[in-house]
């Protein structure tokens, strides 16, 4: 079994940033691209950022240059620092991993539970 733990979502205002994590646990043996993506009442999920194992990143452009995605492999742990959001940011944020399981190489993709973001104007 495979666990996911957001947190760091909540109500800020627009112009504020919020800090998101996602901890990854369970029976993972090498855990490969990480991302995060975002889905606003009345739309579907999109993409908002992902980063490779090796530190590669990749960002949506409605978010570039207002936030960073981060790793921290030691700890199975997944970032999106947001600055400077705005309204239109509010979203339910879930990160989505791609792991490989013990046993053999197969590749499975995982999702969280998903963190609310709120951004008042």
């Known amino acids: 079994q495979v666990q996911l733990v957001e947190s760091g979502g909540g109500l800020v205002q627009a112009g504020g940033s919020l800090r998101l994590s996602c901890v990854a646990s369970g029976s993972i043996f090498r855990l490969n691209a990480m991302g995060w993506y975002r889905q606003a009442p009345g739309k579907q999920r999109e993409f908002v950022a992902a980063i490779t194992s090796g530190g590669s990143t990749n960002y949506a452009d409605s978010v570039k240059g207002r936030f960073t995605i981060a790793r921290d492999n030691a700890k199975n742990t997944l970032f999106l620092q947001m600055n400077s959001l705005k309204p239109e940011d509010t979203a339910v944020y879930s990160c989505?991993?791609?792991?490989?399981?013990?046993?053999?190489?197969?590749?499975?993709?995982?999702w969280g539970q998903g963190t609310q973001v709120t951004v008042s104007s």
């Open positions: 989505k991993i791609t792991f490989q399981g013990p046993g053999l190489p197969i590749q499975y993709d995982y």
